[in-house]
């Protein structure tokens, strides 16, 4: 058996996981960088670019329908909505003093208690599961609008909402009080 026919494992992975590893390791450096910074707008740029990691590790996935509607709707439409929310409640630009309230190892505690909370309840949900390689591919559009448009209307319409009625808060905090108004 030559070197090429041989399968590989662990200790010799494929030019695409690589290229995952080091996409998710960008995205979670951009991820926390979000988090960690005291600079609103930063924290929305830093945001774009740890969802545009997300869309290139779908790629990576060969989920190209998931991609393209994680950079239409939440690079595209979300941040977007965020930045017009900074803008239109006169969020300061610069370093916000108030952006840090000093809970940092509370925070910190919290964050891996939800962490640690959510892998054990995904590892819980699917052990025993497993995928149907015959059947259509699972990020193809067929089979995520089936699922999208059978199981989770509900959410999806409860998030539109949602972001409606963000924007229209956003609207509502910006504008000036007239004299005598309440």
Do not use: C
């Not at 996935?61 to 393209?68: C, G, K, N, R, V």
């Not at 609008?145 to 509502?172: D, K, N, R």
């Amino acid at each position: 058996m030559t070197l090429a026919a041989q399968a590989h494992g662990f200790l010799s992975p494929t030019g695409v996981e690589i290229a995952f590893l080091l996409v998710g390791l960008v995205t979670l450096g951009a991820a926390l960088v979000t988090v960690t910074t005291r600079q609103l707008v930063h924290a929305a740029l830093w945001l774009v670019v740890a969802l545009g990691g997300l869309a290139v590790e779908y790629l990576l996935l060969t989920a190209e329908f998931i991609a393209w509607v994680q950079v239409l709707i939440y690079v595209g439409s979300v941040v977007v909505l965020l930045l017009f929310g900074l803008m239109l409640t006169k969020a300061p630009i610069g370093r916000s003093p108030d952006a840090d309230s000093g809970n940092r190892p509370v925070a910190l505690a919290v964050a891996l208690a939800a962490a640690a909370a959510l892998v054990w309840v995904v590892v819980d949900a699917f052990r025993t599961t497993w995928i149907d390689l015959d059947g259509p591919a699972q990020g193809s559009t067929g089979v995520t609008g089936e699922i999208l448009f059978q199981h989770w209307v509900l959410p999806f319409e409860a998030l539109s909402v949602l972001l409606l009625a963000a924007l229209v808060g956003a609207i509502v905090l910006s504008r000036k009080n007239k004299e005598g108004e309440r």
